[in-house]
């Protein structure tokens, strides 16, 4: 590893840890900005999603059944793993700049890191190695928005079968009445 100074115009005049804090800031700066795109990519493309359901639920009023509802859950969800790769191909894009010869590695190291399974295999070099963590907890907290955008659409799915069946309602509570009373 070269010394901080290296390669620094006037480098024998610069102080080493002025360069150095320097470097730590450009580096506060890189992952800043990569956490503030990966938040506008998962953010952005769930605001889309739910305009879009707005948009279509509004129209519709009779029930989607089992078959309409497994399509619109299997569609939501292909739509968040690809909002889900675009992040990790941000992070891998980063990496293959500053850290890793191939696309491979990269895209291997990051996917590991995303998803928390970590890889032992790859390491980032020292001057980046505190930005696996910072992608790690990045993941988790996209992987969390996700699970609860899918339960929110299933909750509402839910909801919306239940109450565009309201000769279903009547039998329902009369049967649960019945058997509390029993009791």
Known sequence: MPPPTA??????????????GMHSLRQAADVAILV????????GGMAALINWGITHFSRTRHKLGPVRSTVLIVRLTSVMVV??????????????LHCFSSWESAFYFSTANYSTVGCTDLALPMTWRNLGPVESVAGVLMCGLTASFLFAIVTRLVDRETRLSPEQLPDMEGASAAEHSSV
Request: charged content about 5%; some cysteine.
């Open 36 to 43: 503030t795109l990966t938040l506008c990519l998962q953010c």
């Open 83 to 96: 909002l889900h790769m675009s992040q990790i191909l941000l992070w891998a894009a980063f990496y293959r």
């Open 7 to 20: 390669g620094l115009p006037n480098a024998p005049s610069c102080p080493a840890h002025l360069v150095q």
